[in-house]
């Protein structure tokens, strides 16, 4: 059986006409954490985007293939139908939607299903209590007046009701106390099993402590470079992206 | 009997508010307007002379008065060319069962005798120029609220009517006015006596469906002292491939300590000229509030005027406006602070796409006596694409400077990343708009009776069905 859920072939994309990812390949099987480490500005927020089908990111050459599927020219709405979930580094504050309603809509747009009033408000509460959520912001706009820490908890929320095949976690943990990352990595874990994966962007090891990832990969100026287990993201930890960038200097 | 029929192929099915009835009428005017064609009207309503002869002078003053020059572009609007009277084929009703068939089924299409068994106190609902059915609950005329086609009122309550009738609005405020003074037919009357809350809503609905026609009905409120009402208006046409005319009154009387919710939603089709003109009157503490939703036609031009004229009088408006393709929709407020310690609240938003155009247009005026008075405006506008338009011209004239004003005014196109966001769960590139409208305007939908905010989210998801490639 194929165990092989994402394969990304040297995969090219241009921002505004500058290219950004340089040839970059990947490839995740079912039920494997990968972590993404790199630099600023070496591409990590762009690999996500792109892999939620961003229209502002613009692939050049290369294929990511998805669940046996080259998704390409898929929209971000049919990606997500698909299974692939992107938790925003900076989510969306949307007026006028509350929590509920936005993902009664989405559930019902990713399942093809009208989910049930009453078993909805059931399970949201639920799993807002598993976030150590206040079940008030279920009836708050999407995100407005949100603090950081009560966003980035949103979006596990959303990831946690949407199950995905692939969640993409975009610094998630950036601007988190120490018990909001452990909140969040236990959201993470609890929707990880032998068939969903989880690809996580990050600057910071606390979060991978809780999540033991398979892989680390270092991505630096559109490639990745290295790929190791978390011995290396303690390598970077102590001494920073200086060595690698030095050892690259010339790609 | 029953056509459903699109004008022209980019056209939106607009469903319900499109249906057609065949043009079956027991009279009309000629096209165009004449001191003849005015007689003619007033004679066939045997109205009394004081009205005929209202009517010839505001026609008098209706001929002498320019074609506003500022605004929108009128220059397609010809009024010989709209038929200014038009009698359905039946007489008033007072129950549904009565009323001729396909008349009928357009309003409970429109969901008008639904909405009236569940939550409305009194319903009043004119087909052209005419209202054709009228009713209230038995409970509200013991506790002397009269509720009445305007017609009726000239005969039953003349008095009143020629104490009040177009002395907030005269025909000399503006070109249209001065027609409306001439052509008027149908519209409501209400009286709300001293001390009486009426809880229930009451509803008029106005229905144009004659082809080249104009609509022109009066509706007059008196909201006496420390009663309370409110008040639902509804239009709407169907397309046609010629010029339609909407030239409404609505006066609006608030006595001490009274207060009216005027709750308006205009959903004109895309051929109709709305040119409308709404004022209040209000006295020593009373409050007007206005929640007006402004869809469809082809031009509007409405400001709804407040006069706050007693000390410690409110006004408050909750207005959404919504231009899409063709239509250039120029709307606004316009409060009068006359009186001290007089309070206006003003939240206006306004929504194009597809090369509409929402213009916002305020004024705000406060007398030299009138201090300590407290203004705030907040105006929004949301463009969905690069090719729609928004202004926003805010015109303020103090005259003392004792008070207290606030002005937001936010005009923007829809956020990309915002629509990214909501399609990166699964929705839909539509559905993510719309959600992002529907959004931008549940302050106002959840002021909105239920049915109304139905009625809202609906015509903005007509907008969105279909119209992204």
């Known amino acids: ?251 | 009997m029953m056509e459903r029929k699109k004008t022209y192929i980019e056209d939106i099915d607009r469903g319900i508010y499109d249906i057609k009835n065949e043009f079956n009428y027991l009279f009309k005017t000629e096209k165009g307007l004449t001191p003849e064609i005015v007689m003619e009207i007033s004679k066939a309503k045997n109205e009394p002379k004081w009205m005929t002869d209202f009517r010839l002078k505001s026609l008098e003053i209706y001929n002498s008065m320019p074609m506003p020059t500022w605004g929108p572009d009128l220059s397609d609007l010809n009024i010989d060319e709209i038929v200014t009277y038009i009698k359905p084929n039946t007489d008033m009703k007072n129950s549904w069962d009565d009323v001729p068939e396909d008349i009928k089924r357009t309003f409970e299409l429109l969901g008008l005798p639904q909405a009236e068994r569940e939550a409305l106190a009194g319903v009043g609902a004119q087909y052209d120029s005419e209202v054709v059915y009228h009713n209230i609950r038995k409970e509200l005329t013991d506790l002397g609220v009269v509720y009445l086609d305007m017609e009726t009122a000239l005969i039953e309550y003349e008095d009143i009517i020629r104490k009040y009738f177009m002395t907030l609005v005269p025909p000399t405020a503006h070109k249209f006015a001065a027609l409306h003074g001439a052509v008027w037919s149908g519209g409501s009357f209400v009286y709300v006596p001293e001390g009486v809350k009426v809880d229930i809503p009451l509803q008029s609905y106005f229905r144009l469906n004659a082809p080249g026609a104009g609509q022109f009905e009066h509706t007059l409120i008196i909201v006496d002292k420390g009663a309370k009402l409110h008040f639902i208006e509804g239009c709407s046409a169907p397309k046609y491939n010629v010029n339609n005319l909407h030239a409404g009154c609505v006066e609006l009387f608030v006595k001490d300590n009274a207060t009216l919710r005027y709750s308006t939603i205009e959903n004109w089709s895309k051929n109709m000229y709305n040119l409308n003109t709404k004022r209040a009157i209000v006295d020593k503490n009373g409050t007007i509030e206005w929640i007006s939703g402004s869809f469809g036609s082809k031009v509007t031009m409405l400001y709804p005027m407040s006069i706050l004229k007693g000390e410690g009088a409110r006004a408050e408006y909750t207005t959404i406006t919504f231009a899409s393709k063709g239509q250039h929709l120029d709307t606004g407020t316009k409060v009068v602070h006359l009186a001290p310690h007089t309070t206006s609240t003003i939240n206006s938003k306004s929504i194009s796409k597809d090369g509409g155009y929402a213009f916002y247009r305020g004024l705000l005026k406060v007398a030299p006596d009138a201090y300590g008075c407290k203004s705030t405006v907040s105006c929004e506008s949301l463009m969905l694409d690069n090719e729609s338009k928004s202004d926003t011209l805010p015109m303020i004239e103090l005259n003392n400077d004792n008070i207290d004003i606030g002005h937001e005014a936010k005009i923007g196109r829809i956020s990309d990343e915002a629509i990214f966001y909501l399609m990166s769960r699964g929705i839909s590139e539509e559905e993510a708009k719309a959600m992002i409208v529907r959004g931008f305007v549940e302050p106002i939908t959840k002021e909105l009776p239920l049915e109304y905010a139905v009625e809202l989210n609906n015509l903005i998801n007509i907008e969105f069905e279909g119209s992204i490639g």
């Open chain 1, 1 to 251: 059986m194929n165990n092989k859920l994402l394969s990304i072939k040297n995969l090219r994309v241009n921002v505004d006409e500058k290219e950004i990812l340089k040839g970059l390949d990947l490839e995740i099987n079912k039920g494997e954490i990968h972590v993404i480490m790199g630099p600023n500005g070496s591409g990590k927020s762009t690999l996500a985007y792109t892999l939620m089908g961003h229209p502002k990111y613009k692939i050049v050459d290369g294929t990511i293939e998805f669940d046996g599927e080259i998704i390409n020219d898929l929209k971000a709405d049919e990606r997500a139908k698909k299974g692939i979930f992107l938790s925003f580094q900076y989510p969306e504050e949307i007026q006028g939607i509350t929590v509920e309603d936005f993902l009664r809509t989405a559930v019902t747009s990713v399942t093809g299903k009208i989910p049930g009033v009453m078993a909805f408000k059931k399970l949201l509460k639920e799993k807002m209590k598993l976030l150590e959520m206040n079940e008030e912001y279920a009836s708050r706009y999407l995100n407005v007046g949100f603090s950081g820490g009560e966003k980035k908890k949103n979006e596990i929320l959303q990831m946690s009701i949407l199950e995905p095949k692939l969640a993409i976690l975009d610094e998630t943990d950036s601007g988190l106390d120490v018990d909001a990352i452990r909140i969040v990595a236990e959201g993470v874990k609890r929707i990880k099993d032998e068939s969903r994966s989880i690809l996580v962007i990050t600057h910071y090891n606390k979060l991978l402590d809780y999540l033991k990832p398979d892989y680390i990969h270092i991505l630096l100026n559109g490639k990745i470079v290295k790929t190791g287990g978390m011995e290396l993201a303690d390598e970077i930890d102590k001494e920073g992206y200086e060595n690698i960038k030095l050892r690259f200097a010339n790609i």
